[in-house]
């Protein structure tokens, strides 16, 4: 089992900057691709962004290229979602999760998910 608890969430002005963080606990943090996702009311949850075992690949939904950036640090068992230019279609529950790649696809493990509200 793998325990994910995300954090930094919270309201921010449209063209703002937050930082979200994924601590993980339990198994061994490295062998996991992370990712995270998002879900705004009504909708589905969408794939944002993932990053490989090792950090040397990422992958980024075209709505946030150029704006997010996912990074992590294994030796301290979090994974990181840096979000600039936040605009407020960006408002959802953000979620990371814990699997096999950093493409989207098959998740394992999940976060209780962290509120941004992003305000125009």
């Known amino acids: 089992q793998v325990q994910l608890v995300e954090s930094g969430g919270g309201l921010v002005q449209a063209g703002g900057s937050l930082r979200l963080s994924c601590a993980a606990s339990?198994?061994?943090?490295?062998?996991?691709?992370m990712g995270w996702f998002r879900q705004a009311p009504g909708k589905e949850r969408e794939f944002v962004t993932g990053i490989s075992r090792k950090g040397y690949r990422t992958y980024y939904a075209d709505s946030v290229k150029g704006r997010f950036t996912i990074s992590r640090d294994n030796a301290k068992n979090t994974v990181y979602l840096q979000m600039n230019s936040l605009k407020p279609e960006d408002t959802a529950v953000y979620y990371c999760?814990?699997?096999?790649?950093?493409?989207?696809?098959?998740?394992?493990?999940w976060g209780q998910g962290t509120q941004v509200t992003v305000s125009s």
């Open positions: 999760a814990a699997g096999d790649s950093y493409n989207g696809d098959h998740y394992d493990y």
């Open positions: 339990g198994r061994t943090f490295s062998n996991y691709a």
